[in-house]
């Protein structure tokens, strides 16, 4: 891996010819493909991103020739094949799900008509719904729930940039946004159209005072979309934020858990 890392950090810096270069990106995103590494991984309870594996993926968009792809009766015409072996895989996507190499999927995922880009790892038994996307090198914990017409951002620029976590057993409600590398951690609720960017407010309503986050979402918070006054010269608006109003109880099963909370706070998913 190490000796990889440093051919493909080679490519980048432009040491090395195109032929060379183009074969450093091919085995870096094929070990994406097969999860035998991440784009970024949690190590001592911080996440870390892996750049060169970012700059394998943008060196592979540049050196990868544009090709006609044939899955009848769909045709595309592209750089980046679409996954293989995924019966193998225990993985299971619906037509016209699209899910592209140089993502990876653990067994027992299920892709609704949905869409998983390059770089993005998702993980066992997460379900990505239909219309829900997945952007690149996006990281999706297992037992994840994306539901319909969520949106998932990518990034791959600037290598350094962290992409969007949805860590394990989080639950992400219907055309909800999630963006710029914001994460929200385990287990998490998200009500439908909750839009979480990195500037967003994400205020902890339920104490005395309020308690304001941004770029992240605390573990097992069940989150509803909001609105805060802010004043501009022209007048007073009701500005997008995200509001906590409770936490998922420790004592049931996650299921249980789950179906609680949606009646309890009488969610929209």
């Known amino acids: 891996m190490d000796q990889l890392r440093e051919r493909v950090e080679a490519a980048w810096r432009g040491d090395v010819s195109s032929d060379e270069a183009w074969s450093a990106a ?3 995103v094929a070990i994406l493909d097969r999860g035998e590494a991440r784009v970024a991984e949690k190590i001592d309870g911080e996440w870390r991103v892996n750049e060169w594996l970012k700059l394998a993926i943008l060196l592979y968009f540049r050196h990868a020739p544009m090709k006609t792809i044939e899955s009848p009766p769909f045709e595309f015409y592209d750089k ?14 619906v037509p016209p799900g699209t899910v592209r190499h140089g993502s990876f999927l653990e067994r027992g995922c299920v892709v609704m008509p949905g869409y998983v880009n390059i770089g993005a790892w998702v993980g066992a038994g997460t379900m990505v719904d239909t219309w829900a996307t997945v952007g690149s090198c996006a990281q999706i914990g297992r037992g994840v729930h994306l539901s319909g017409g969520v949106g998932i951002g990518g990034v791959l620029e600037p290598a350094s940039a962290r992409p969007v976590i949805i860590e394990d057993g989080a639950f992400i409600g219907s055309r909800c946004i999630v963006v710029e ?8 609720v998200l009500a439908a159209n909750v839009v979480i960017t990195s500037s967003t407010q994400i ?4 104490g005395d005072k309020e308690v304001v986050y941004k770029g992240r979402v605390p573990a097992r918070s069940v989150v509803i979309p909001g609105t805060r006054v802010k004043s501009f010269p022209s007048g007073d608006y009701g500005v997008a934020c995200a509001l906590i109003i409770g936490k998922r109880k420790a004592s049931t099963d996650k299921k249980t858990s789950l179906n609680d909370v949606l009646r309890e706070f009488a969610l929209s998913v």
């Open 181 to 188: 590398g914001s994460i929200v951690e385990e287990e998490a």
């Open 203 to 206: 205020i902890d309503v339920t």
């Open 80 to 93: 980046v094949p679409l996954k293989t072996n995924l019966e193998s895989s225990g993985v299971r996507v």
């Open 26 to 28: 091919s085995e870096a």
